[in-house]
């Protein structure tokens, strides 16, 4: 039994915008904008890093038997700041009331180090997983160069599909950029005293000392992971002598810089076309840097190809109205009339005796006749037997449309409000929201799976639901 990389998982949430559509928005009032390339891609209104983590755990635990003993969730945007964020993670993949959980937050290289940290103590089998949703003031930099994403690594004893070789972490307090704690907005310094006293000086340190903990020299390393701009990354290069064709590409055309889950996005993406015996060099940077030397394992093959993020770049839908980006995002505050009015208390007590129906999404199956049904109830809908139900969870389940409506009068941050009957194998039928689909593109018979997603928010008392809704299959 070896410790090391047993699984790997990515998201990148299905919406997109143009830069050229920012550009072309905001060019009245900052026309140096103009000329921006590619994408970034961004959450849709019932997304937040609790749900990302959420994706990118399922793609990362998909058809595997192994538990979890430890859940970590790395962000620096956490919904909740007094409720435990990886505990409803944890809820949401149903990993039971004896999972160890820990939210990791203040740095954007808080997944790297947790990373770092792992390899170094190599005992409990952990499901670590980094996510942020970063929010941009219109008109910024950052409104160009953010994306939103999440990623996935269970490390444990096994047989893993990459070894964690060496390890290195240097400190230093430079401020490249901040976010104060009543602020939703970053503040960036210059762009030239970042790369020249920053990744310039402090990343080749922590590379080098990864290397040497490795015991490898930079030109075994067959690619590196600079969580940077294309630019900043050939300077870094050309500092350790190393290759323009070994970096990894930074997903800044098709999906914009992720914060926290950046790193070990770009790490996911790589190993879905690495080959065993790679080297690969992760580093993450933020007051300092982490630098990782991973090799890959003749194991890596069996898991590529249904791990990683990129089929979720690929399912894009691209959004060129730069009005309905901000209104997605809260950053306008659009008028949607009395029919948005409403007061969403939710009823703490009866949430809590539900919460494994309602977080996992778990049903019924009757033992008498083999019927699910969702919720659970005491007699059984099909045959009428009596306290027969055993608790099974429709959230991995492939339904289809059965009936649905798009309605144009409810209320939903993003019109129209679809909702429909989905049935599901052996007899379960529920009414459920859908998200995802766009206009005209729910049609009966459609196949889709479950998502967990923001249910509603209650603004009264900034506490927001969690529920599972359906959504678009993702193409193979």
Partial sequence: MTFGILSFGGYVPTFRITRQAIAQAIAWAVPSAKGQKGERAFANWDEDSITLSVEAARNCLAGLSVVPDRVQLASTTLPFADRSNSGVVADALQLGGDMSTEDLAGSRRAGTSALARLAKAGTSTTLLLAADCRETRPGSAQEMLYGHGAAALLLGEGTPVALIRGAASVHEDLVDQYRAADTDYDYALEERWVREEGYNKIVPRAVKAAADAAGVALGEVHRFIFPTSASVAKGLAKILKLGEDRLVDPLALQVGDCGTAHPL???????????????????????????????????????????????????RRVVENYTMFLSLRERIAFDFGMRAERDNRTAQSTFYRRRHDITGMVGGRCSACNTLQYPRSQVCVKCGALDTQNPESLANLIGRVKSYTEDWLAFTPLPPYVYGHVEFADGANCMLEFTDFAPGAVAVGNEVRMVFRIKDFDTRRNFRRYFWKPAPLLAN
Avoid: H, N
């Avoid at 879905?272 to 015996?277: C, D, I, L, N, Y």
């Avoid at 993450?284 to 003749?298: N, W, Y």
């Fill in 265 to 315: 996005l770009m790490l996911s993406l790589a190993l879905e076309t690495a080959v065993p015996g790679e080297t690969l060099m992760v580093v993450g940077f933020g007051q300092g840097a982490d630098a990782l030397v991973i090799e890959t394992t003749p194991q890596l093959a069996a898991l590529q190809a249904s791990r990683g993020p990129a089929r979720y770049i690929a399912a």
